[in-house]
């Protein structure tokens, strides 16, 4: 405009558009909303993770440390849904999440929050080498 080219209208038409689809993608959603999480598919090395030697470890740990928040019913107080429509109640639970579960608390302290449940290191070490070893792979994750 200070080049004395005129007014640049389209820049206004451009702010619409982006607006629109900002409401737009506002008002979708999470991609998943209750109980439809649960239904998303079993990976298919689901049954090399439940299968594996430390797997019953795990599911004590998830169960004891994850699952008051992370419930279809949470009764952590003040948790009213699974955060991220996340549950982690059943072995299937486990299995799909199993990478979340990995990089979130096998190798890093991301959760639970402020370690409120009071995860311990040897705990973390259990979940990491359960995904580890039943997977095969091992991700160093940079936060």
């Given at each position: 405009?200070?080049?004395?080219?005129?007014?640049?209208?389209?820049?206004?038409?451009?702010?619409?558009?982006?607006?629109?689809?900002?409401?737009?993608?506002?008002?979708?959603?999470p991609p998943?909303?209750?109980?439809?999480?649960?239904?998303?598919?079993?990976?298919?090395?689901?049954?090399?993770?439940?299968?594996?030697?430390?797997?019953?470890?795990?599911?004590?740990?998830?169960?004891?440390?994850?699952?008051?928040?992370?419930?279809?019913?949470p009764v952590?107080?003040?948790?009213?849904?699974?955060?991220?429509?996340?549950?982690?109640?059943?072995?299937?639970?486990?299995?799909?999440?199993?990478?979340?579960?990995?990089?979130?608390?096998?190798?890093?302290?991301?959760?639970?929050?402020?370690?409120?449940?009071?995860?311990?290191?040897?705990?973390?070490?259990?979940?990491?080498?359960?995904?580890?070893?039943?997977?095969?792979?091992?991700?160093?994750?940079?936060?």
């Amino acid at each position: 405009m200070h080049a004395g080219k005129g007014m640049p209208w389209w820049t206004w038409l451009a702010t619409f558009i982006l607006f629109v689809i900002v409401m737009w993608l506002s008002q979708a959603g999470p991609p998943q909303r209750g109980e439809d999480a649960a239904s998303l598919p079993v990976p298919a090395n689901a049954e090399k993770l439940v299968a594996s030697a430390d797997f019953d470890a795990v599911r004590e740990i998830v169960t004891s440390r994850c699952s008051m928040c992370h419930a279809r019913e949470p009764v952590w107080e003040g948790i009213l849904r699974a955060p991220r429509h996340v549950f982690l109640e059943e072995d299937g639970d486990i299995a799909r999440h199993a990478e979340q579960i990995y990089a979130q608390a096998g190798r890093s302290n991301a959760m639970p929050p402020g370690n409120i449940t009071d995860v311990s290191m040897e705990d973390r070490e259990v979940l990491a080498r359960w995904y580890e070893g039943a997977t095969g792979q091992k991700r160093h994750w940079l936060w």
